[in-house]
């Protein structure tokens, strides 16, 4: 006799479960693209780095290219390189608390293109406190780093002239004061003459003026003590600066 047997498997549940986790996967990959967001995942004990979504846009390199910590370390900004280094060495030697948050500069490996990068991270470790994998993502943030240098030039440009019109401002009311105060030195003789000239024209002659010309004569002295209490306005201008004072029209012709 000749027997087989056959196994059949339902594999449906399979082939449900491997079609979701492709869609999910496309859903992250479009995710990521939209919003500018690289991933990376960096085993700690073989040394193996990988780079996915934006991550190697970040670095300005192609997706073939291949990667390590050492050409992420490549990739800093030489400025930035050392800084990032003994941070991510910290957090790997379990010097803290895991966590990872820092902004950092790349200079395209194969562009030649500076970015600005934020990334943010967590270190996982294993039942004996050992760091085993360090998981995180980037995102290119070198619009809003140019926003903020412009937005800083533009203060500093704000300050610079505030403080040129501050200065101007303190020139213009240095020279008014001067010519407050000459104007008051000045019109300090001639009032007190006009007065006493009025007053003794007015005794004088007191029999010969008519009541029209010694109203005049009265008006003329009163506009000339009303100038001298103008003028001791002045002075105390002076003493005391201009600030708090209040410039108004005034009716000399009395």
């Known amino acids: 006799w000749l027997r087989s047997v056959a196994a059949v498997q339902d594999i449906t549940e399979l082939k449900k479960a491997e079609a979701d986790l492709q869609q999910a996967e496309e859903r992250l990959r479009l995710a990521t693209e939209a919003t500018h967001i690289g991933t990376f995942d960096y085993n700690l004990r073989t040394g193996e780095l990988l780079w996915l979504g934006n991550a190697r846009r970040h670095f300005g390199i192609g997706p073939e290219t291949p990667v390590n910590y050492d050409v992420f370390l490549r990739g800093l900004h030489p400025d930035d390189r050392v800084r990032v280094n003994q941070l991510i060495q910290a957090i790997t030697r379990g010097e803290t608390n895991g966590r990872y948050q820092v902004e950092y500069r790349t200079i395209g490996l194969e562009d030649g293109i ?4 934020a990334a943010c991270g967590q270190v996982f470790y294993d039942n004996q406190h050992h760091p085993v994998r360090f998981l995180g993502t980037t995102v290119d943030i070198t619009e809003r780093k140019r926003l903020e240098d412009e937005l800083r030039r533009w203060a500093a440009t704000l300050e610079t002239r505030v403080a040129e ?7 213009t009311t240095t020279e008014l004061e001067r010519f407050t105060y000459t104007v008051a030195h000045d019109l300090r003789a001639p009032l007190r003459h006009i007065a006493g000239f009025v ?10 003026l008519a009541p029209a010309e010694r109203e005049f004569l009265d008006n003329v002295k009163q506009a000339a003590l009303r100038m001298g209490q103008r003028r001791q306005y002045m002075h105390l201008i002076i003493e005391h600066g201009l600030a708090g004072y209040h410039v108004y029209d005034c009716d000399y012709e009395g």
């Open 114 to 117: 500076e970015r600005w990068l």
């Open 165 to 171: 019109r501050t200065a101007e401002l303190t020139e």
């Open 199 to 208: 007053e003794i024209l007015r005794r004088s002659a007191a029999d010969k």
